[in-house]
C-alpha cells in the first residue's frame, strides 16, 4: 500500500546518497564457485 510506496522512495534516496543504489537496480550476481571447485568448474 501507501507505506510500500513510501519505503521505497525512501530507501532510493538514502542508498543514491550512499552511492549503492545499483544494488537495486542491478541483477543479482551468480554464487562464485567453490574454493575446491576443479579449473573447468570456475571457468564454466
Known sequence: G???LD???NLR???K???KLYVLEE???KEAPA???TR???DA
Open 13 to 15: 534516496i538514502v542508498l
Open 40 to 42: 573447468a568448474e570456475k
Open 2 to 4: 501507501n507505506n510500500f
Open 27 to 29: 541483477p543479482v550476481p
Open 7 to 9: 519505503w521505497h522512495r
Open 35 to 37: 574454493s575446491s571447485a
Open 17 to 19: 546518497n550512499e552511492k
